[in-house]
């Protein structure tokens, strides 16, 4: 006995393919219309699904990375900052760094891109299905020092190698505990050759040694770093400023 509409959408969350529900009544009206027969329709429903359940995948894998939005290289302007080092970003872009267990260093002014970025190269490893942390560099050793605290430490370290892809941005951006150098230090090595890192800093790497007041653990931080990485160095105008006096313009002509 045939199946009502409201039965075959309550059959189909039962067998946990409610992708197929939004479009099964445009379906149903484009075979009974002849505008394509069964198999056609059953085709595109079951993409439907597979749709549904990519794009709930890709959720998860944003909501685990820890990413708080999601930027893409294509919302850069780089017209209004012909500076900033393009060629580089686009090769990044295709992920083979992380392939290669290579890392990404981004330095220069702040509001010149470097989070953004990051944060791209980031989102397009989570849509290729690379596993990624993100993690602002003051909130990552807070979260390193309560590990300690807690006895977890270990569990956190396998957190963190568990991510083929981690980002520490804004790097001296808030002033740092005195153990930064060690812990971050600590971090890079335990990744060294195996995994990838992004760090983004508006600090060059000639003040390291004095922002985090350990010339020692420096050279070894930096050198670990850097052995299989890229650095780029972001010049230019402010696309932030840009942004904040588009804002203001817009105020004024309201008013």
Known sequence: MPMSMNELEKALRGLRLSGMIPTLQTRALQVGSHEMNFVEAFSWMVQDELDRRRSRLLDRRFAHSGLPERKTLEEIDWSYNPKLPKRTLLELATLAFIDAKENVLLIGRPGTGKSHAAK??????????????????HTLLEEIHLARE???????????????VLIIDDLFLRRLPPSAGEELADVLMSRYEKLSTVVTSNRPVEDWAALLGD???VTPLLDRLMHH?????????????KESAARLANHHAEA
């Open 120 to 137: 791209a190269l980031a989102l397009s490893a989570v849509q290729r299905g690379y596993k990624v942390l993100y993690r602002e560099a």
């Open 150 to 164: 807690l006895g977890e430490i270990k569990k956190y370290r396998l957190q963190l190698q568990a991510a083929e």
């Open 215 to 217: 010339v020692v653990v």
């Open 229 to 241: 990485g890229h650095l780029l160095k972001f010049d230019g105008k402010s696309w932030r400023l």
